[in-house]
């Protein structure tokens, strides 16, 4: 079964730093595209960022572009996204989703809830 | 950027109706269109990918289809258990973008 948990969500000032982590199991890690998408309250769906099976390729979106990087670690079967300069824009429930190799999420973590606050 | 629209934003209908929610982009798109459910305080579920294929699990009074810049998903015999809201994501070319939602309320 394909498990996808989301940590490292929290509360955090204008100008800091948070560093989100998905653990997942059930499948081929090393084999899949990962994103993060991420849905600020009462708000839609907005893609964040992807990254490539072995690393090599990230994209992200226009909004945090500089500021968040995805990276993962395949050995621990691990995503992270480092959040960095955060803006009270940023506040959202974050969920790390597996892509399919068209580029389409199939599968979600639960979420993990950033409060970007003073 | 790719600009979804989705519409309507909202409906309600009733147990046994058949509804259709539209998503426009602006610019084709090939079949790289899927669609997802919400339910609140839950993930987004998978539905659809590549336009028309139902996602394993998924009862097949959910269906999708279209081509170029318009799409569309049907649920061909509404469920009291269809109340959520409905997404649509293109996934052609980054930045990947989401419809703004259509959220389903059953009467």
């Known amino acids: 079964e394909v498990q996808l948990v989301e940590s490292g969500g929290g509360l955090v000032q204008p100008g800091g730093s948070l560093r989100l982590s998905c653990a997942a199991s059930?499948?081929?890690?090393?084999?899949?595209?990962m994103s993060w998408v991420r849905q600020a309250p009462g708000k839609g769906l907005e893609w964040v960022a992807n990254i490539k099976p072995d690393g090599s390729e990230k994209n992200y979106v226009d909004s945090v572009k500089g500021r968040f990087t995805i990276s993962r670690d395949n050995a621990k079967n691990s995503l992270s996204l480092q959040m960095n300069s955060l803006r009270a824009e940023d506040t959202a429930v974050y969920y790390c989703?597996?892509?399919?190799?068209?580029?389409?999420?199939?599968?979600w973590g639960q979420g993990t809830l950033v409060t970007v606050s003073s | 950027d790719i600009q979804m629209t989705q519409s309507p934003s909202s409906l309600s209908a009733s147990v046994g109706d058949r509804v259709t929610i539209t998503c426009r982009t602006s610019q084709g798109i090939r079949n790289d269109l899927g669609w997802y459910q919400q339910k609140p305080g839950k993930a987004p579920k998978r539905l659809i990918f590549?336009?028309?294929s139902l996602q394993s699990g998924v009862p097949s009074r959910f269906s999708g289809s279209g081509s170029g810049t318009e799409f569309t998903l049907t649920i061909s015999s509404l469920q009291p258990e269809d109340s959520a809201t409905y997404y649509c994501l293109q996934h052609y070319t980054y930045p990947y973008t989401f419809g703004q939602g259509t959220k389903l309320e059953i009467k």
């Open positions: 989703a597996r892509v399919l190799n068209s580029g389409y999420p199939d599968y």
């Open positions: 590549a336009v028309s």
């Open positions: 059930g499948f081929t890690f090393n084999s899949y595209w």
